[in-house]
T-cell receptor
Framework: GAVVSQHPSWVICKSGTSVKIECRSL??????MFWYRQFPKQSLMLMAT?????????EQGVEKDKFLINHASLTLSTLTVTSAHPEDSSFYIC??????????????FGPGTRLTVT | GENVEQHPSTLSVQEGDSAVIKCTYS??????FPWYKQELGKGPQLIID?????GEKKDQRIAVTLNKTAKHFSLHITETQPEDSAVYFC?????????FGSGTQLTVLP
């Protein structure tokens, strides 16, 4: 149980284009999902918290107009990187929190999406 | 906000030996402390967690201890195996948000 999927697993795009990454909770409902960014050999940095049916909460320094987040259902959140530039190349990982009371704290992570902007 | 520090950054142990990774946190309001294992090119996998009302938790070869007074918690892996080799992250926070440590590259030597 508690499986989170991401699609695509890797993507290469040209500078100036937009890329959408999907995050799905497969066997549980997730009122809240999180988007992280990870550079090589570094830790996970929280970008934003996504809440179903409401606007995402972005961390300081994260451009909300560049990283668009949509959490339209209890099992799907999307991250769109708009007008991508080479510095946006990174490993993007989502996590989801099970809305069930007994496991309220745990975050289950997806496998990540490797974005390369050329 | 929360600040989590993790040590060591790299750790090599012989197969069968124990490994210990330590983390400290700054926010006394933090009440949830998970540990994640991340293999190369994959997402983090939750391996064990502890909440602030518990001092120790064990799951087979893995254990976590928490000292709320000193604001530190540790991961203990006994009888290490080559498949334990990975990057391990501690985190601290709450249901609302987690702050991650910098990670420990654990290498188990055969």
């Amino acid at each position: 149980g508690a499986v989170v999927s991401q699609h695509p697993s890797w993507v290469i795009c040209k500078s100036g284009t937009s890329v959408k990454i999907e995050c799905r909770s497969l066997d549980f409902q997730a009122t809240t999902m999180f988007w992280y960014r990870q550079f090589p050999k570094q830790s996970l940095m929280l970008m934003a918290t996504s809440n179903e049916g409401s606007k995402a909460t972005y961390e300081q320094g994260v451009e909300k107009d560049k990283f668009l987040i949509n959490h339209a259902s209890l099992t799907l959140s999307t991250l769109t990187v708009t007008s991508a530039h080479p510095e946006d190349s990174s490993f993007y990982i989502c996590s989801a929190r099970d809305s069930g009371v007994s496991s309220y704290y745990e975050q289950y992570f997806g496998p990540g999406t490797r974005l390369t902007v050329t | 906000g929360e600040n989590v520090e993790q040590h060591p950054s790299t750790l090599s142990v012989q197969e069968g030996d124990s490994a210990v990774i330590k983390c400290t946190y700054s926010d006394s309001a933090s009440n949830y402390f998970p540990w994640y294992k991340q293999e190369l090119g994959k997402g983090p996998q939750l391996i064990i967690d502890i909440r602030s009302n518990v001092g120790e938790k064990k799951d087979q070869r893995i254990a976590v201890t928490l000292n709320k007074t000193a604001k530190h918690f540790s991961l203990h892996i006994t009888e290490t195996q080559p498949e334990d080799s990975a990057v391990y992250f501690c985190a601290g926070g709450s249901a609302r948000q987690l702050t991650f440590g910098s990670g420990t590259q654990l290498t188990v030597l055969p």
